[in-house]
């Protein structure tokens, strides 16, 4: 079992900045690539970005490129989103997930999830 705690959400103007953080537990945090993801009131749960285990590969959905910056550190079990330049087409659930295994970006193929985190941005 993995258990993930995300944290960090927030409102905040269109043009800033948030960082959200997923802390891990319950196994080698090494072992596990993480994903993060976002939906919106009425719409699906979307891919937003994605580390592989040793921290080297990281993917992203084409709408956050260039904004958007996933990392990992494996000594505190957590991972990051941080998230710059702000648009209001942000605004969502934020989720953190993860899967054994190599990461993907589909997330039926993940085997946990954290419990999300509220990101508004106004315009």
């Known amino acids: 079992q993995v258990q993930l705690v995300e944290s960090g959400g927030g409102l905040v103007q269109a043009g800033g900045s948030l960082r959200l953080s997923c802390a891990a537990s319950?196994?080698?945090?090494?072992?596990?690539?993480m994903g993060w993801f976002r939906q919106a009131p009425g719409k699906e749960r979307d891919f937003v970005a994605a580390?592989?285990?040793?921290?080297?590969?990281?993917y992203y959905a084409d709408s956050v490129k260039g904004r958007l910056t996933i990392s990992r550190d494996n000594a505190k079990n957590t991972v990051y989103l941080q998230m710059n330049s702000l648009k209001p087409e942000d605004t969502a659930v934020y989720y953190c997930?993860?899967?054994?295994?190599?990461?993907?970006?589909?997330?039926?193929?993940?085997?946990?999830w954290g419990q999300g985190t509220h990101v508004t941005v106004s315009s």
């Open positions: 997930a993860a899967r054994i295994g190599v990461v993907v970006r589909t997330a039926g193929q993940y085997d946990y």
């Open positions: 319950g196994r080698s945090f090494s072992t596990i690539g």
């Open positions: 580390i592989s285990r040793g921290g080297a590969g990281s």
